[in-house]
């Protein structure tokens, strides 16, 4: 087999930069991690070096990999055809326990990416409302098509003008697009009220993330949530909860259920699937059904609902009706971040590392969590490298997305014994950055 430095001048020659997404080219390797095979809580490289998995295919991974349940509905897809394109009973039942589990979901529509799920539901929300305007809360993600991928993380000497001219995230965008897009920060009430004064007659949604994995794990304060509901309702604004990455990590019905707040409409994705490429756009049957065949709205494609993914989707919401996932999933939670909060206190770190159920963050810089976007400017990336280097050389890998403060987690295969030696790497390598990390 090839190392990872000769696997990637190979891929240079046939791939962009070597690789299909952009954030697997890993800062801290220099490299992509190029795997060989994964199972249960592990991965290995093509080296044959085995890591503990502390990333989990960026949250999708939460049952592990090559899950029972999962490894039986591949089989049982292969037996009925792989069928592509025709819809089956299995859809249907599918869309039947997301309905149940999913506080908002009266009507469900699938397709395979996060992407599409917010782009397919943005023109829903356009055609309900009959308006253009997005008001978007700075630091959330939402995917990366031209609707959004505009003004929600700015670098931070963009990041003082991004409310008066939104940062458009990527080359290729025209700037049309950001006239339409309000950003405004998290947890703020006043620009919250200002932003729906202003602009919600030509508003048609407010979107965020509930729980804002993609910055500092960011928790909504008490309060706000419960105020986004009330000014969306009063302005005839859709509240668009994005549930790609929350949904499923710390309860069935995802952060509606956590935080007791039900919006019009959500995407949920990552988890869903079991492993397999499946999202889902949901909601109020008065939005859902303006598409088509019912409304006029369209969302179409050949790979909706493949059912490979759709049969992936029922073992996994199987798995995690059972009694006990949850509790199993809240005593990792509970054995990492006591271990986590023991060597912070013991070493005097300058540090926090922010969770909701089975994913969390490392911040740098700080001892309080962070309540919006630029309070994770503090955040040391290139340390972050350094310590995610340090990690992958002990065995554990954490993925890289450039060395900000972005989500990490466990699934339900790891046991405590994996638990506590990801601690016992972290504890090692954390004391050597003692120095960088020292409080004050």
């Known amino acids: 087999m090839p190392t990872r430095f000769e696997q990637y001048e190979r891929a240079r020659k046939v791939l962009p930069g070597g690789v299909n997404s952009s954030t697997r080219y890993n800062r801290a390797l220099q490299t992509p991690f190029y795997a060989s095979r994964a199972e249960a809580g592990y991965v290995w490289d093509i080296e044959g070096r085995k890591f503990i998995d502390m990333c989990c295919a960026h949250g999708a991974a939460l049952l592990g990999h090559a899950h029972p349940a999962i ?73 990366y098509h031209e609707l959004i991928y505009i003004g929600g993380q700015p670098p931070v000497e963009a990041f003082p003008d991004n409310r008066r001219h939104p940062y458009i995230e990527s080359a290729g965008i025209p700037p049309e697009f950001a006239e339409l897009i309000v950003p405004i920060p998290f947890n703020d009430p006043e620009s919250l009220e200002a932003a729906v004064s202003e602009h919600g007659a030509d508003t048609a949604l407010l979107i965020l993330e509930p729980v804002n994995y993609n910055t500092g794990c960011i928790l909504p304060d008490p309060g706000y949530l419960e105020l986004a509901r009330r000014l969306t309702a009063e302005a005839g604004i859709v509240l668009f909860f994005d549930e790609v990455q929350s949904a499923f990590k710390k309860s069935r019905g995802g952060a509606q259920e956590d935080f007791g707040i039900v919006p019009d409409v959500c995407t949920i994705g990552k988890s869903l699937g ?95 969590p962070a309540r919006r976007y630029e309070h994770t400017f503090c955040h040391d990336k290139k340390l972050m490298l350094k310590i995610y280097k340090a990690c992958w050389e002990r065995g554990v890998y954490f993925h890289d997305y450039g060395g900000p403060p972005c989500h990490h987690g466990y699934c339900i295969q790891h046991t405590d014994r994996d638990i506590d030696e990801v601690l016992n790497v972290l504890e090692d390598v954390l004391r050597g950055c003692r120095e960088e990390l020292a409080v004050g």
Do not use: W
């Not at 809240?330 to 540090?351: C, Q, S, T, Y």
């Open 274 to 368: 079991g492993g397999f490429p499946l999202s889902a756009f949901c909601g109020r049957a008065e939005i859902m059904d303006l598409y088509m065949p019912v409304g006029n709205v369209q969302h179409s494609g050949t790979f909706n609902a493949h059912l490979v993914p759709v049969l992936g989707g029922l073992a996994f919401l199987s798995e995690i009706a059972k009694p006990y996932f949850y509790p199993r999933l809240r005593e990792l939670e509970a054995r990492f971040h006591g271990g986590m909060d023991r060597i912070i206190e013991e070493a005097a770190l300058n540090m926090l590392v922010p969770h909701h159920g089975a994913r969390f963050d490392f911040l740098l810089g700080r001892k309080t």
């Open 71 to 143: 490894n039986e509905a591949v089989q049982k897809a292969r037996e009925l055809g792989y069928l592509s394109v025709f819809e089956t009973t299995y859809h249907e039942e599918l869309a039947a326990k997301v309905c149940d589990y999913i506080p908002c979901s009266e009507r469900v529509r699938f397709c395979s990416s996060g992407s599409e799920a917010t782009l397919h539901l943005i023109r829903a929300c356009r055609a309900f409302t009959g308006r253009k305007k997005i008001i978007r809360i700075e630091g959330h993600f939402h995917g």
